[in-house]
């Protein structure tokens, strides 16, 4: 027995079966019924653990349905149809899997948490790390369904991530109509029905939504009532929630949402609960560059474990593998060379679809690579990194004859180079988009909208005073052009996610006009913090603060030697200014390190808080002893007070810490001692005379001979 409009078994017909009672024994004969019908599941729902019951569990999981049946396997199918049709296409090669971010993945699973935030920085493999999810969810005995959403999925009108959940069900719905053999309904397949039934089946419902910076601007004026909706929807439901971002979105999106409902790894202490990204550590790195063939000293050691640099310059590599590229690439030579490889590839689609051949192939490769630049400055306004149907239709028409040749639309999206989002395109890739749009932004007038008009409104509101509480001090060279006139009107602030072209196109400027030009914006952006600190928590907590310590921060830490900045890294070092991490990655040679930390310690904390830079030092100290204790000994000329211990100073902290890890390398100690000629090292040294007399008879009998 069917349902005649789904297609569901009710019952099972059979003329041999007969009633358990209603009928006596004896009269059975005489009173055979013509067919008796079984409800299978009102049958197995009176005997749970028969094998009625096991087998229509077991039918309900593996057997899709559809409409007022709808069951477990038909949501797993409809989920299952919904990532195929949204999710990333696959990748040339499995990705090689992180055991740390995989067992993260897990423990949420199993955890009280519903909402999983996974950090990183474009090119990190967020998608990646999400589809390999996706795809180790989908498999096995017991296959769970999994959702897949994106930032440009959403609109401005939605209360919480249901109404997208339920645009992509529908969405799935249709193809699953237009592809079934029938004209069976599909009936009712909501997002709060289906997310249900599958936390009742005991595999619930996992959304994963990639790149929320996609989001509409009017969405994420709302996002903390968004956050709140879609908290109590997941409660509601049994649901649980992935949010893939940058740092900069999440550091602002994560306080939505109650810290109890977060999954925090330990390594997100400056975020709100997270699970930080990163490049691959290096024995996951090595297996990539096998399986990219790439050989382990082709890159520089800043991209040998980039996940994004890697698949690039596979591609690259692989396109002329007779000739790969000489040298070591930088990753700007990596993306330059990816992006003509895709402009040749439209190039040479174009010219089959148009009749060119030989060096009108090469000339059109030209002006596709005009057409994309022409792409990123467009992606550079209101869209915030999104190009719009008509500006992308412009750019690259459908039908419309551009440069001689028709079908520029379909060539671009076929090769990847720009993908659908939402009502729009981007670039497929979101660090290469960065770099290009960061080519094409004017960095003075973007660093006076999104800093230097927040200093001017200042000195306004304190006009009539004693003027400015910092002098204005602008380092740029002799002949540069003045930063454009600030407009009348205060625009709508810029979104703190859309930091990577600006941070592009300062590292842009150091690469083509020098590291002088570079450190002149670098010390504009330090006398603006300095001139915010000088504003109470209001001026720190500002966007213009935000802003300058943000792209100070990002760009120090990618330039390739840090040296030539020392100028802009020692006021910032006086004010104890970034957490101890970013000291440390720092491409600086030790001795200038230990200058800066010198005047970091200053700032500490009391022992036992968290990132204090004397503890930083003391691990430093115990890993390279040796090299470490002659640069230690350079402190004891300062004598400045620490601020959780007045009674001690930066000279006495050395002491101790050169003290208390004497053993490591007590005889290259006695060493840097002498060489130092310091009352400090005298008094340490009369110590070690008292506790460790060996040494000094060792050190006695070296100067002896």
């Not at 005073?465 to 009348?488: K, N």
């Amino acid at each position: 027995v069917v349902d005649a409009a789904t297609g569901a078994v009710l019952a099972v017909l059979g003329t041999a079966l007969r009633p358990r009672r209603g009928i006596e024994p004896s009269d059975q004969e005489a009173h055979r019924p013509a067919g008796f019908a079984v409800a299978l599941l009102e049958a197995a729902a009176a005997d749970p653990g028969g094998p009625l019951a096991e087998l229509v569990a077991r039918n309900a999981a593996t057997v899709p349905a559809y409409g007022e049946d709808l069951n477990l396997a038909g949501a797993l199918h409809l989920t299952a149809v919904s990532a195929g049709s949204d999710g990333p296409p696959a990748p040339p090669h499995e990705p090689v899997e992180r055991p740390d971010t995989a067992r993260e993945f897990t423990a949420f699973m199993t955890g009280p948490a519903r909402v999983l935030g996974l950090v990183g920085d474009p090119g990190t493999g967020r998608t990646t790390e999400l589809a390999a999810l996706a795809a180790r969810r989908a498999r096995g005995a017991e296959p769970a369904p999994t959702l897949w959403l994106r930032g440009a999925d959403l609109r401005g009108t939605d209360t919480s991530v249901a109404d997208a959940v339920e645009r992509a069900l529908d969405r799935a719905g249709r193809i699953l109509a237009a592809s079934a053999p029938d004209e069976r309904v599909l009936g009712d397949v909501g997002a709060d029905r289906l997310a249900r039934l599958v936390r009742d089946a005991g595999r619930p419902l996992l959304l994963l939504l990639d790149g929320p910076e996609e989001m509409p601007a009017v969405l994420s004026h709302h996002l903390a009532q968004w956050s709140s909706g879609t908290a109590r929807w997941l409660r509601d439901t049994g649901a649980r929630l992935v949010i893939a971002s940058r740092a900069e979105y999440w550091e602002q999106a994560g306080t939505h949402f109650d810290a109890a409902s977060l999954h925090a790894a330990t390594d997100g202490a400056e975020l709100p609960g997270c699970v930080r990204l990163g490049d691959l550590p290096e024995p996951q790195a090595s297996r990539a560059r096998a399986l990219h063939g790439i050989p382990d000293d082709a890159l520089t050691p800043a991209d040998a474990r980039h996940p994004l640099a890697l698949r690039l310059l596979s591609e690259v590599r692989g396109a002329t593998p007779d000739a790969p590229p000489p040298g070591t690439p930088s990753r700007e030579d990596i993306f330059s060379a990816y992006l003509h490889l895709l402009c040749l590839r439209v190039a040479v689609r174009l010219a089959a679809a148009n009749g060119l051949r030989g060096g009108a192939v090469r000339r059109l490769a030209a002006r596709v690579s005009g057409q994309v630049h022409e792409a990123a400055r467009r992606c550079l306004g209101p869209g915030h990194g999104e190009l719009d149907r008509a500006s992308f239709e412009e750019t690259f028409p459908w039908a419309t004859r551009l440069h001689g040749c028709t079908g520029w639309a379909s060539a671009v999206l076929t090769e990847g180079l720009l993908v659908p989002a939402g009502t729009g395109y981007r670039f497929a890739h979101e660090e290469l988009a960065d770099w290009l749009q960061g080519t094409h932004l004017d960095v003075d007038g973007a660093l006076g909208a999104l800093v230097h008009r927040y200093r001017d409104l200042d000195r306004d509101r304190g006009a009539g005073g004693d003027g400015p509480a910092v002098p204005e001090q602008r380092r740029r060279t002799p002949g540069s052009a003045p930063a454009p006139p600030l407009p009348p009107t205060r625009p709508l602030p810029v979104p703190r996610h859309r930091i990577g072209p600006v941070v592009q196109a300062l590292l842009l400027l150091g690469r083509q006009r020098g590291a002088a030009e570079l450190a002149s914006r670098l010390g504009e952006l330090t006398d603006a913090l300095v001139e915010f600190g000088r504003g109470g928590a209001a001026g720190r907590s500002g966007d213009g603060a935000w802003w300058a310590s943000r792209l100070l921060g990002e760009v120090l830490l990618r330039v390739p030697d840090a040296t030539p900045y020392l100028a802009v890294l020692e006021p910032l070092a006086a004010r104890g200014e970034f957490r101890t991490a970013f000291w440390l990655r720092l491409p600086l040679a030790e001795a200038d390190r230990f200058s800066l930390l010198r005047g970091l310690v200053v700032h500490d904390g009391p022992p036992g808080t968290p990132d204090r830079r004397l503890d930083a030092v003391a691990a430093l100290l115990r890993a390279d002893p040796a090299n470490v204790q002659p640069l230690l000994a350079r402190w004891f000329a300062d004598e400045r007070p620490l601020d959780a211990a007045p009674d001690a100073t930066v000279a006495s902290a050395a002491q101790a810490l050169l003290h208390t890890h004497r053993h490591r390398a007590i005889d290259d100690l006695t060493e840097a001692l002498v060489d130092c000629a310091h009352a400090r090292a005298d008094e340490l040294l009369a110590a070690l005379a008292e506790e460790e007399p060996a040494a000094l008879c060792r050190a006695v009998d070296r100067w002896a001979r």
